[in-house]
């Protein structure tokens, strides 16, 4: 009997020993999953973002005071206000700064440094001035100097909104009446949406805005970063930073949006364009525009001495005219002393533009395509790209006064002086297109060095 008890309550242990074991392994399972569970719900890996305005959204916390990104009143638009925003984009070969997405995903852009300097026509209308034709492309001559330097247009871009409202009071800033193109200007509402004077947009160098006031008058940003109307636009240089607009739904490639790391929609290339560097004959040059078949460079230093000194030249012995030929001046310098250091392979001939760029009473970019000489060797004109960047340089564009040429003076404006006074000379050179990259990227650390094509 004790036996049987016994085998009974051995019988009853096993029992409650798997019955354990059994709850033991699934408690453990139990909370096993649901702690790998939540470990990778918490740890899981950050979804990939495709898209360039999600990027920039996902990049940036949304601020409502000091510098960063802002979202309007409706949340319908982002925009960047302050200094040190991280809005820097690589496009075109050009940095450019994010100004604001767009509540469809677009992006709007504008050129981070002054392209140039021009006129802006006859009067301040937009869509009838010289600065349009400039900028976009048109049955004009010589239009889309701007336009011409970008990049797969219809891929990347779609057009640029351009307020044209006449603005009498400065606090009160609307945008209602509007007009579209490729390329356009600085609308006055967007520089009030991104600190004004203490902004991004503030970068020391006057430049035009596209709005108007009721009087006749454009409103410019001058060096010191405020917004002021001028009435001398037909006569005086103001900078040009263009502005343009991404298409929605582009997607993003790489970048942090830092000046060193900016944002970039398009594949690395070895694709020369405007404004790439190029190393040539053991010589820095950047590259201005390009033609039908040749591509128009710029030195980007100064001529120097034997011990690195600027040498300082005057233009011409008797008159503001560009003439190779005629001894003691700077075209015969440059095309029988110069050029003699530069390797003939590359190199051709090519119009250099002489046109007085007034003329008729009208001071317009497209006068100085009017005339022109050929040569191996020139320097560049007013509206130039890039012809800003080195002060103290002379240029050959000229008025009627046979005494005066336009220059870069100190402050990185064009100023008009005498052929008699002492400039610099920058000289640029044409290359046939028949180019091969041999190595480089086409930054000025890295510049890209070139040879003929097999």
Known sequence: MDQEKAKRKKRVYHI????????????????????????????????????????????????TSGSGLYQDEN???????????????????????????????????????????ITYGDENLYETSAMCSYLNTSDTAYS???????????????????????????????????????VGLLNLSDYE?????????????????????????????????GATVSNDFMEHNYGVRPTITLKPNLDYISGTGTM??????EQTSQQLSIGSYVQYSG????????????????????????????????????SNAFEPNRYGSVAYTLNHNWVANIDPTLLVEGPWYTGDYSLNGSTDYRNIYTDSVTASVGLLNVGDFYSLDIPN???????????????????QKYYLDFISNEHGVRPAIYLTDQIQVLSGTGTDTDPYVVGGKE
């Open 283 to 318: 010589e820095t040059f950047r590259i201005i525009r390009k033609t039908e078949n040749s591509y128009l460079l710029a030195l980007t230093h100064l001529l120097t001495d034997e011990a690195g000194t600027t040498e300082l030249f005057t233009y011409h012995p008797r």
């Open 393 to 411: 340089t002379w240029l050959m564009t000229r008025l009627e006064d046979e005494e005066m040429v336009y220059t870069v003076d100190e402050a």
């Open 16 to 63: 409650l020993m798997i019955v354990n074991v059994i709850l033991i392994v699934a408690l453990v399972a139990y909370y096993g999953y649901r702690l790998v569970y939540y470990y990778r719900l918490e740890h899981q890996p950050a979804e990939e973002v495709k898209l360039l305005s999600d990027k920039i959204i996902k990049d940036h916390e949304i601020v």
């Open 144 to 182: 889309g100097l701007v336009a011409s330097m970008l990049n797969e247009p219809d891929t990347y871009l779609t057009m640029t909104k351009i307020c044209l409202d006449e603005i009498g009071n400065i606090g009160n800033i609307t945008c209602e009446k509007t007009m579209e193109d490729q």
């Open 75 to 117: 949340q319908e638009m982002y925009y960047f206000r302050g200094e040190e925003v991280g809005n820097y984009l690589s496009y075109s070969g050009q940095l450019w700064r994010i100004m604001k997405i767009e509540e469809d995903g677009s992006i709007v852009l504008i050129l981070d440094q002054v392209l140039s300097a």
């Open 260 to 265: 060193d790391d900016p944002y970039r929609i």
């Open 193 to 225: 949406l991104s600190g004004g004077k203490n902004g991004y947009l503030n970068t020391g160098i006057s430049y035009y805005t596209a709005t108007t006031d009721a009087d006749g008058g454009l409103y410019y940003i001058y060096s010191q970063g």
